[in-house]
T-cell receptor, first 114, second 115 residues
Framework: AQTVTQSQPEMSVQEAETVTLSCTYD???????LFWYKQPPSRQMILVIRQEAYKQQNATENRFSVNFQKAAKSFSLKISDSQLGDAAMYFCAYRTSTGNQFYFGTGTSLTVIP | ETGVTQSPTHLIKTRGQQVTLRCSSQ?????VSWYQQALGQGPQFIFQ???????GRGNFPPRFSGLQFPNYSSELNVNALELDDSALYLCASSLGDSRHRDEQFFGPGTRLTVL
């Protein structure tokens, strides 16, 4: 069974600094997709970044980048130049290449300190 | 372009009752997925509807059922409510083709409380 683990329930970062959120997953599949979603206090979940397992290059979206280590089944999110608007719950998620089901981790609550 | 909307925002029910939650998908989207998010947890996949047919189901009992209508809006029905059904229910819409399948757009959720 696929599981997604986020071992950091809470993280904090100074504004303008860099923070890394951790995620590990367990799967026997070789082809799959990984995601980071952001859920602000307003509750509407937003896709932050997406990584295809067959791609070795780490995905980047502006200030957000990932460190994808396939062998270690690790998928961390780096937020550079943190902004107050980055404060939210961050969820790591997994989907097989053929399935429709997304598996989410338990989330990391990020606080940005002014 | 209209985003994903859900109704109602909040709902309080008692054990044993039945509830219907509604979701309007983003304009042009033909796929709706439903998730249950318990307090302090990540979303758990309930099921997905694609062009009015169930297209995948998570580990939820049959008392969780759904519908998708020709306009691609969707309902989640839960019968015989239990206390553990208290959660935020999220729906997400997407285009069902392989290129856009991952681009889920989430609604704000319905907070269900079962007393």
């Amino acid at each position: 069974a696929q599981t997604v683990t986020q071992s950091q329930p809470e993280m904090s970062v100074q504004e303008a600094e860099t923070v890394t959120l951790s995620c590990t997953y367990d799967t026997s599949e070789s082809d799959y997709y990984l995601f980071w979603y952001k859920q602000p206090p307003s509750r509407q979940m937003i896709l932050v970044i997406r990584q295809e397992a067959y791609k070795q290059q780490n995905a980047t979206e502006n200030r957000f980048s990932v460190n994808f280590q396939k062998a270690a089944k690790s998928f961390s999110l780096k937020i550079s130049d943190s902004q107050l608007g980055d404060a939210a719950m961050y969820f790591c998620a997994y989907r097989t290449s053929t399935g429709n089901q997304f598996y989410f981790g338990t989330g990391t609550s990020l606080t940005v300190i002014p | 372009e209209t985003g994903v909307t859900q109704s109602p925002t909040h709902l309080i029910k008692t054990r044993g009752q039945q509830v219907t939650l509604r979701c309007s998908s983003q304009s042009g989207h033909n796929t709706v997925s439903w998730y249950q998010q318990a307090l302090g947890q990540g979303p758990q996949f309930i099921f997905q509807y694609y062009r009015e047919e169930e297209n995948g189901r998570g580990n939820f009992p049959p008392r969780f059922s759904g519908l998708q209508f020709p306009n691609y809006s969707s309902e989640l029905n839960v019968n015989a409510l239990e206390l553990d059904d208290s959660a935020l229910y999220l729906c997400a819409s997407s285009l069902g083709d392989s290129r856009h399948r991952d681009e889920q757009f989430f609604g704000p959720g319905t907070r269900l409380t079962v007393l």
